[in-house]
């Protein structure tokens, strides 16, 4: 059976995809450090933030892009607008449960968490968008899911913070690439952060009426690490949703092992966080899993330039 080789400017779609979606990940492996040093502002307060912030930060960089117009006209249809909103819904979901983990010192099950999400992602797109699994992306998978049988072992209850993480982040990466190549990721982000806005707003207003923000009253660097909420939330997004609409989903499904294997490696050595031998177990297997997917790459990449 013969393959025809991808056009020159799909390829180069592709691989542009997988830069994209590399660093997105690398961006997202170093964000529980600088979310803690947003204490001590609670969890509902940075996420807040993180949302009106990221608004204006899009908003800046739509001024230079000259995309308003995109934007107005990604919000009059009523079908795109919702699925965005939706979108919008989701990654609030994924953000809060990632913030609270770091705040209550649970950054272990926020990498567990992202572990699962890529099985959880390649689930969505092979169920959804009808995607095909090679052989060992599929011994991968089942790999994947006994590691985190082991890991949940270890806890010794379900871990309810790595669940809400894994499904909201793979729900998130479906819808927009049910989006497709009908808005540019600033664009789709800008709608995103402008439907959570006004709800944001109203938590920082509570907040500040009843005594309980932060932002500015514990100094102006702890107010500079809220504002930057904004672009460090924003580029990695924007980066994600480039990818989602430029690689097939399972892909992105591979990367997402890069964030969690970086997440791990704070939660241990810088969060001081304990690994019990069932943990340890189960996270060997995982980056056993990770060498499997690697290996299966480079094997479709050899096959692909001998066709």
């Known amino acids: 059976m013969t393959h025809t080789p991808l056009p020159e400017d799909e390829a180069a ?3 542009a995809g997988l830069l994209l979606g590399t660093a997105s990940y690398v961006f997202w492996g170093f964000m529980p450090l600088f979310f803690a040093l947003a204490a001590p502002a609670s969890s509902l307060e940075i996420l807040a933030h993180r949302i009106v912030w990221s608004l ?13 117009g995109r934007v107005l006209a990604a919000v009059r249809s009523p079908r795109l607008l919702g699925t965005l909103a939706l979108a919008s819904a989701i990654v609030a979901c994924n953000w809060f449960a990632f913030l609270y983990g770091v705040k209550v010192n649970r950054v272990l099950e926020i990498s567990l968490g992202y572990f699962i999400n890529p099985l959880v992602t390649i689930a969505l797109g092979v169920i959804f968008l009808h995607e095909r699994l090679r052989p060992l992306q ?4 089942g790999l994947g899911a006994a590691a985190v049988v082991v890991i949940a072992a270890g806890y010794g209850h379900m871990p309810w913070l790595s669940l809400a993480v894994a499904f909201s982040f793979g729900t998130y990466g479906l819808v927009k690439n049910r989006v497709g190549g009908r808005v540019g990721a600033l664009e789709g982000l800008t709608i995103e952060t402008a439907v959570l806005t006004p709800p944001a707003l109203v938590v920082i207003g509570v907040l500040a009426a009843t005594g309980h923000s932060h932002f500015g009253s514990a100094g102006l660097g702890h107010a500079g690490i809220m504002m930057l909420l904004g672009p460090l939330t924003a580029i990695p997004l924007i980066m994600f949703s480039g990818a989602t609409r430029r690689v097939p989903l399972s892909w992105v499904g591979m ?7 970086m997440q791990f490696v704070l939660g241990t050595l810088v ?3 304990a690994m019990s031998t ?11 899993t990770v060498g499997l997917i690697i290996a299966d790459m480079l094997r479709a990449s050899r096959r692909g330039r001998r066709r």
């Open 138 to 141: 599929w011994a991968a998978v």
């Open 278 to 288: 069932t943990r340890w177990i189960g996270f060997i297997i995982i980056w056993a």
């Open 271 to 273: 969060f001081h966080e």
């Open 13 to 15: 779609r592709r691989r």
């Open 255 to 261: 990367l997402q092992y890069i964030a969690p294997t």
């Open 56 to 68: 204006v930060f899009c908003l800046i960089l739509l001024t230079g892009a000259r995309g308003f």
